[in-house]
């Protein structure tokens, strides 16, 4: 078979392309430096009784901008439907990437569907679709995670299986039995740079969302109470938050994810502390609420307790190593060492962070009136701190949370760039920019590939935090 | 502001003798322990002799005890075997009677290093200087620039420009220091593209810096820095423009090039400057990542060979400058914030 171009049947659009995309950026100039001499924007009345804002130089560059965009827009969607249509390898590797994507545009375009027909009733969430930036953003996220759910289906091969043939091959190179090309070209051992980014993606997107998440929990449990109480509580508390973000993250990464680290059982018995939060903030949610029913309190802290706690027996312990405690049978969550360490590193150095932000809404948040309208009323401080201030803190927190979701990749990546927990073979981004970057001068797509992916989630994800940002300030 | 200053550095000497204890702790627990002598002793030795390595070369006593000895408080250990003394103290071929009884950081003992077999403090202090001049570099990159934006984005708030500005800086935010460089790497350093400007390696820079070996090392560390300054003196900036004083200037006719240049912007530059020392702590990772891309062999190079060939001493110093680092410069963007910010007084 012959090797893929980028757009194969589509070439002849390409100088078209080329031309408006050039158009496009001369406009985006010609805007920003016009913006600067432009009078402030006037309304003017017509002569037949019309008005119109903003004419001239600025107002041209304006339209232009917009046309252009929409061009390239309608550009980009010809070039992905036509993938899309034609026969896989027509459209070249362009086209042959829509194709294997295909299960992620279908379930974007369900899910957009959806929330823009139902958006008034979906809350904040669907305020998101009233803002392009958040939408963009969150496409960008939804396609990362709908490929890390597919994944198996879109990718052409094996994450480790090697054709020593296809060892540093460009993008779209055959494979040496005819089935089938390397769409985003091989690595230094010749396995399939495409498959391996699109499994690649299920490690980021289990991880990262997952360890934020946990993050959050031991932040708020803590924060809360050192805001709220203040004193001694929140000297020692801040204290140690301040102690842990004054290591410099990589030394951290460096003493606590190493192999030697993992034997002596460490990373267990810091998740046996810091899994411990999610619970005890369920709990105390719970009985913080329904203290007053006793019966319906004491069915749900006894369901939370079992669930919660076979979950975190199962999650701490694994047969065969320090902290044991079920036995294999029961035992169903199986998290390797490494991997365990590695999600307690990156919940470890992001907790603090949150406590920081949590502890200093509160201190904002308990000066308000219904906090002391619930003092008044005798409430007790931690119903005050769950079900009072919390609930007014989330727009803050809903966003940050976006915002370290995106920096957790980061740092996922870091780890995998200095090779630290995830084992080399893995597909990760961060593992394969690693292998990539040290054979850049012979191929540089191995490397290109995954940083372009790690970049565009994240960008995503800073987006979407930016839009849920304006959204919510506008309430 | 004495007893703020008083206050301020107790609390940063606790902290840091915690830091340094933690990294202590983790650097020396037994498997670290363990390999080392099976480095230094050789690989194929039974348990019983690593023990007894350990226990030869003072690694055997209780780990407050060893923290309190590196550091410089306690007496280094001595051992009499054969008539012949040795100790922590005391070098090869020194007699015990000269030596002094306390050698840890404080003393400025800092170590022997395992693998580059040189005393920590040089090694430390060449790494150094090489990636002083990395970071010196980088600010003069990454301070204007980011300024600049920053400015130039909330002069305006909502303006194209603005857009435009605030993309391009939540892009670099979004682009960590090992995905910009390998980009980067590919577009001006390979034949991706064709453009080979500049060098993909920085290793040459440690001779002579040269604009070809030493700017994508620096632009990778500030491009990701760049960003985030610029977001904070936005905001800062958006705050000020829209303060009671620069309505009373515009509605006094001052043109709005003044308004900004000569009301705004000293007042728009207090917190960004808060932002930029505590961006140091962020720069030490980023130099790491870089430092290890580029092969440039300074103080972020060292701090990964050190930790990935198990070398404790190296390690340990390392992290003794780092967290001096970081420490000092929350002490300065503290002190700075105060004298640079009239409405706050510390009583």
Same mark, same amino acid.
């Given at each position: 078979m012959d090797p893929l171009t980028w757009t194969g049947a589509l070439s002849v659009l390409n100088p078209v392309t080329i031309a408006i995309a050039a158009a496009f950026a001369l406009a985006i100039i010609a805007q920003i430096a016009l913006s600067f001499v432009a009078p402030e924007p006037t309304i003017v009345a017509n002569p037949d009784?019309?008005?119109?804002?903003?004419?001239?130089?600025?107002?041209?560059?304006?339209?232009?901008?917009?046309?252009?965009?929409?061009?390239?827009?309608?550009?980009?969607?010809?070039?992905?439907?036509?993938?899309?249509?034609?026969?896989?390898?027509?459209?070249?590797?362009?086209?042959?990437?829509?194709?294997?994507?295909? =299960?992620?545009?279908l379930s974007l375009i369900v899910l957009y569907a959806v929330s823009i027909r139902y958006k008034r009733r979906l809350g904040l969430y669907g305020k998101l679709f009233?803002?392009?930036?958040?939408?963009?953003?969150?496409?960008?996220?939804?396609?990362?995670?709908?490929?890390?759910?597919?994944?198996?289906?879109?990718?052409t091969h094996d994450v480790l299986s090697q054709i020593s043939q296809m060892k540093n091959k460009v993008p779209g190179t055959p494979t040496p039995d005819d089935m089938g090309w390397y769409l985003l070209g091989g690595d230094h051992l010749g396995r399939d740079v495409f498959s391996r980014v699109v499994l690649g993606s299920r490690i980021v997107v289990q991880i990262a969302p997952l360890a934020t998440l946990f993050a959050f929990m031991v932040g708020i449990t803590l924060g809360l109470p050192a805001g709220y109480y203040g004193g001694k509580l929140d000297t020692f508390l801040s204290f140690l938050a301040n102690l842990i973000l004054a290591f410099p993250v990589i030394l951290l990464f460096y003493l606590l994810v190493t192999p030697e680290i993992v034997a002596t059982g460490m990373p267990q018995y810091m998740?046996? &502390?810091?899994?411990?939060?999610?619970?005890?903030?369920?709990?105390?949610?719970?009985?913080s609420r329904y203290y007053v029913v006793p019966a319906?309190?004491?069915?749900m802290m006894t369901i939370i307790a079992v669930i919660g706690g076979y979950l975190y027996l199962s999650l701490v312990g694994e047969v065969g190593t320090k902290v044991a405690v079920l036995p294999n049978m029961l035992d169903l969550i199986h998290v390797p060492g490494n991997i365990l360490i590695v999600f307690v590193s990156v919940v470890f150095v992001n907790s603090p962070t949150v406590f920081r932000i949590v502890r200093g809404i509160v201190l904002d948040v308990k000066t308000r009136d219904y906090v002391s309208a619930a003092q008044t009323r005798g409430e007790r401080p931690w119903y005050i701190m769950l079900w009072e201030i919390l609930p007014n803190a989330r727009g803050p927190l809903i966003v940050d949370f976006c915002l370290?979701?995106?920096?957790?990749?980061?740092?996922?990546?870091?780890?995998?760039?200095?090779?630290?927990?995830?084992? =080399?073979?893995?597909?990760?981004?961060?593992?394969?920019?690693?292998?990539?970057?040290?054979?850049?001068?012979?191929?540089?797509?191995?490397?290109?590939?995954?940083?372009?992916?790690?970049?565009?989630? &994240?960008?995503?994800?800073?987006l979407l935090a930016d839009g849920l940002r304006e959204e919510s300030l506008r309430d | 502001m004495l007893i703020f200053l008083l206050r301020r550095l107790l609390t940063m000497v606790l902290t840091a003798l915690c830091l340094t204890f933690v990294v202590f702790f983790l650097t020396n627990l037994p498997p670290n322990l363990e390999k080392l002598a099976k480095t230094e002793a050789g690989s194929r030795i039974t348990d019983e002799e690593v023990q007894s390595w350990l226990d030869k070369n003072g690694h055997g006593s209780p780990l407050l005890v060893r923290y309190g000895e590196w550091l410089g408080v306690i007496p280094g250990w001595t051992r009499e075997e054969n008539g012949v003394t040795t100790g922590r103290c005391i070098q090869r071929g020194q007699d015990p009677e000269t030596a002094s009884s306390f050698c840890g950081v404080l003393q400025g003992k800092w170590g022997f290093s395992s693998v580059f077999k040189d005393e920590v403090s040089t090694i430390v202090g060449t790494r150094l200087s090489l990636t002083g001049i990395l970071m010196f570099w980088v600010m003069v990159v990454m301070v204007p620039v980011s300024l600049i934006i920053g400015v130039l984005a909330g002069m305006?708030?909502?303006?194209? @420009?603005?857009?435009?500005?605030?993309?391009?800086?939540?892009?670099?935010?979004a682009t960590p220091e090992y995905v910009s460089g390998v980009i980067l790497i590919a577009v001006f350093a390979s034949s991706m593209f064709g453009l080979k400007w500049f060098?993909?390696?920085?290793?040459?820079?440690?001779?002579?810096?040269?604009?070809?070996?030493?700017?994508?090392?620096?632009?990778?560390?500030? @491009?990701?820095?760049?960003?985030?300054?610029?977001?904070?003196?936005?905001?800062?900036?958006?705050?000020?423009?829209?303060?009671?004083?620069?309505?009373t200037a515009r509605l006094k006719g001052v043109s709005f090039?003044?308004?900004?240049?000569?009301?705004?912007?000293?007042?728009?530059?207090?917190?960004?400057?808060?932002?930029?020392? @505590?961006?140091?702590?962020?720069?030490?990772?980023?130099?790491?990542?870089?430092?290890?891309?580029?092969?440039?062999?300074?103080?972020g190079w060292t701090l990964v060979s050190a930790a990935g060939n198990n070398d404790i001493d190296l390690l340990l110093g390392c992290s003794v400058v780092a967290v001096f680092v970081v420490l000092v410069t929350q002490l300065i963007s503290d002190i700075g914030y105060v004298f640079l910010n009239p409405r706050i007084r510390i009583s």
């Open positions: 009784g019309t008005v119109a804002a903003r004419g001239g130089a600025y107002g041209t560059s304006e339209k232009a901008v917009r046309w252009l965009f929409l061009a390239l827009v309608v550009l980009a969607v010809v070039y992905l439907l036509a993938g899309v249509v034609m026969p896989y390898g027509k459209v070249g590797i362009i086209g042959g990437l829509a194709k294997r994507f295909l =299960p992620v545009w009233d803002s392009t930036i958040g939408m963009i953003g969150f496409a960008i996220v939804m396609f990362w995670v709908f490929s890390a759910i597919f994944a198996t289906t879109i990718a998740a046996m &502390v810091l899994f411990l939060f999610p619970i005890v903030f369920l709990l105390v949610l719970v009985n319906l309190r004491n069915k370290r979701i995106g920096y957790t990749t980061i740092l996922l990546g870091t780890l995998g760039f200095f090779g630290l927990g995830l084992s =080399p073979e893995s597909p990760d981004w961060g593992s394969t920019i690693n292998a990539g970057r040290k054979l850049m001068t012979v191929a540089q797509h191995p490397a290109i590939v995954p940083a372009l992916a790690l970049m565009s989630l &994240v960008l995503g994800l800073n | 305006r708030e909502g303006s194209k @420009l603005d857009r435009s500005l605030s993309t391009f800086s939540i892009a670099t935010t060098k993909g390696t920085a290793s040459s820079a440690m001779d002579g810096i040269t604009f070809e070996n030493f700017f994508l090392p620096v632009i990778t560390i500030a @491009l990701y820095g760049i960003g985030y300054i610029a977001r904070m003196t936005r905001a800062s900036m958006t705050e000020v423009m829209t303060a009671q004083y620069i309505r090039r003044n308004v900004v240049m000569k009301h705004a912007l000293r007042n728009a530059l207090i917190a960004p400057f808060t932002v930029i020392m @505590l961006q140091f702590p962020w720069l030490l990772n980023g130099v790491v990542i870089v430092e290890t891309l580029f092969n440039y062999k300074g103080f």
